[in-house]
């Protein structure tokens, strides 16, 4: 599915996230924004992507919470464990942009995926454009297969 299909998610699951398939160091699955920004932090990226990058996460800070700000503990891995973000299908405007992330990490051979699930996990946070939950178990970090990208 490409992200220009992001009208066909609001019919086939209510939430949307982009993550790595592969656990990180801290045994959670790292999201498109913190793979991308790892990037940035170990010098990976090209002039291009660095301009990108901090244009679209300016954009993004601008267009909605960080629930970090309104919630200090919601990404706080003793209290809530493998907490992770969701995009709410109101947000079509927010996971179209995701594009030019995935563009980065597919230059860089790092593989991101794309899932979709009508429950994801105990809601921890919630606005008018995401959900950050804490996941249920399970293989990938989702209840439903992921697709493709």
Not at 62 to 79: G, M, Q
Not at 89 to 102: C, D, E, K, M, N
Not at 108 to 136: K, L
Request: glycine share 8%; charged share 25%; aromatic share 10%.
């Amino acid at each position: 599915m490409k992200i220009g299909d992001a009208s066909e998610l609001v019919d086939e699951a209510p939430y949307v996230r982009f993550q790595s398939p592969v656990r990180n160091e801290r045994g959670y699955f790292s999201g498109v924004f913190g793979l991308v920004n790892g990037l940035a932090r170990s010098g990976k990226l090209s002039t291009e992507q660095e301009r990108f990058r901090r244009a679209n996460n300016d954009w993004y800070n601008a267009a909605y919470p960080d629930p970090s700000t309104v919630d200090p503990t919601v990404y706080d891995h003793e209290i809530h464990p493998g907490a992770a973000a969701w995009f709410k299908p109101t947000s079509q405007s927010l996971i179209t942009r995701v594009a030019g992330y995935l563009e980065i990490l597919a230059a860089h051979g790092i593989e991101c995926r794309m899932f979709r699930s009508s429950s994801p996990g105990r809601i921890v946070y919630e606005d008018a454009h995401q959900i950050v939950v804490v996941p249920y178990e399970s293989r990938n970090g989702a209840d439903e297969e992921p697709d493709r990208m």
